[in-house]
């Protein structure tokens, strides 16, 4: 993707609205921008600074009072020359002004591009870069603390720090091939293998963070299944504090799947109520249980609901025994009916009373959600860096296996700059124009 020439874009959502921002970038950004601005002459003002005025069409034509922010190079988003266009909302004059920039000079912005920029110009790494459309996308305070420390370096820090303690290994093996002539050790292999040993160790528990990035990232499928009249619809709604299911004593009453979003300790939930598993001859009911059934096979997490006044039947718990796919919380409902002292009850139509009423079960899914990861601290979000890990993860190993078998060092530094090729694609430092129009096409427009 060229970066001599000036791109334009709308940065806000469209609809109407109080205000909207459209942003051009390049090094005739301000150049740009001055000939459709009425006001201080913008190609002479500071950088950093807001300025009011009057913005005109190509034609000449007044389409707006407008704001124009001003930055110059380096310090700006993109490491160019940028300005920031601060219109009045609504789909009539946010066009008028992107159509004036591009009538002025500018091109229309491919999707993330001005990311791709920032990226280029080295204002970001590659994980910041990606980190800005998951933040824009992040829909659960765990999700958006993942975001932010990426952003904000820390991910970056520790895939480097990887990489540093993987060149320093390198550096010496390289270093005896130099001298192999001379045949010197440069260090000692007990060490080498202890250095490598804790790299592989850190990356393995990365990657064993994915599973829980993915859900942080994502949501958590929580499928509610049980049999009829197990109270399943009246806990969904519970669970989100609205009346998203039917509820009804007649049996069979939910015939097809209801979701709805609940966020609960930072991580977002996607319940999902289903049909009562149950023997039918009406055929809706049927097509209703195997739909229950379908979407348990697809489930991070099944909430198996029995009825606490009928006891945990044995049938239930055979369908609980062969569930293989996700884990499963059993929860008996009903117990203002019939108390319940052991196992994780709760009464659903209390809660819809008092919402502390299914605490214990909303610790209980976080806990099981947790528990994919044994370190949900620095979190692998992202299925592009899973890959690389995997892979780095492989040739460290092979490099361990080389200095226990006592193969050649030429051997182990093949094993080692495959790692860091792996750990550098994650940041950027090794890429490609490929990989890097897969990552930026998968940004809005104007980002």
């Known amino acids: 993707m060229a970066t001599s020439d000036t791109v334009a874009a709308i940065a806000t959502a469209r609809g109407r609205a109080a205000l909207a921002i459209v942003r051009a970038s390049g090094p005739e950004a301000i150049v740009v921008a001055s000939r459709c601005f009425e006001g201080q002459d913008l190609t002479t003002v500071p950088a950093h600074t807001l300025h009011v005025g009057l913005w005109h069409a190509d034609d000449g034509t007044a389409v707006d009072q407008v704001v124009c922010a001003v930055y110059r190079a380096p310090r700006s988003y993109t490491g160019e020359d940028m300005v920031e266009v601060s219109c009045h909302g609504g789909d009539y004059v946010v066009a008028r002004v992107l159509d004036s920039l591009v009538a002025s000079g500018a091109r229309l912005a491919a999707p993330g591009e001005f990311t791709q920029r920032a990226f280029l110009n080295g204002k970001l790494d590659l994980v910041q870069a990606e980190a800005v459309a998951d933040l824009i996308h992040s829909s ?58 804790r790299t592989q160790s ?26 009829p009249n197990a109270g399943k619809s009246t806990l969904l709604n519970a669970l989100v504090g609205e009346d998203r299911a039917i509820v009804s004593d007649t049996p069979g009453t939910t015939r097809d799947t209801v979701t709805a979003d609940q966020e609960i300790d930072g991580l977002l939930f996607r319940f999902t109520d289903t049909a009562g598993l149950h023997d039918s001859r009406d055929l809706i009911e049927q097509e209703g249980v195997r739909r229950s059934r379908e979407a348990v096979r697809r489930a991070d997490l099944v909430l198996y609901v029995y009825d606490a006044a009928v006891g945990f039947q044995a049938v239930e718990q055979e369908f609980v025994r062969s569930i293989e796919v996700a884990p499963v919380l059993v929860v008996g409902n009903k117990v203002d009916l019939a108390p319940v002292t052991h196992g994780l009850v709760v009464s659903a139509l209390a809660a819809r009373q008092d919402h502390t009423e299914l605490n214990d079960l909303r610790i209980a899914l976080v806990r099981a959600v947790e528990k994919c990861a044994a370190d949900p601290v620095r979190l692998v979000t992202s299925a592009r860096h899973q890959g690389h890990l995997v892979r780095a993860a492989d040739a460290v190993e092979r490099s361990l296996e080389a200095l226990r078998t006592g193969m050649p060092v030429d051997i182990l530094t093949l094993d080692l700059r495959a790692a860091l090729h792996e750990l550098g694609c994650i940041t950027g430092a090794v890429t490609t124009e490929e990989v890097l129009s897969a990552i930026f096409s998968k940004f809005c427009i104007g980002k």
């Open 140 to 197: 659960s305070a765990r999700a958006h603390r993942a975001s932010m420390d990426s952003l904000r370096g820390r991910y970056s820090e520790a895939i480097g720090s990887l990489r540093d303690t993987l060149l320093e290994v390198a550096a010496l093996a390289e270093l005896e091939i130099d001298f192999s002539d001379e045949d010197v050790e440069f260090a000692d292999r007990g060490a080498l293998a202890s250095l490598l040993a």
């Open 202 to 227: 850190l990356l393995r528990a990365a990657l064993d963070s994915f599973a829980l990035g993915v859900l942080v990232k994502e949501g958590v499928r929580v499928v509610i299944a049980g049999r």
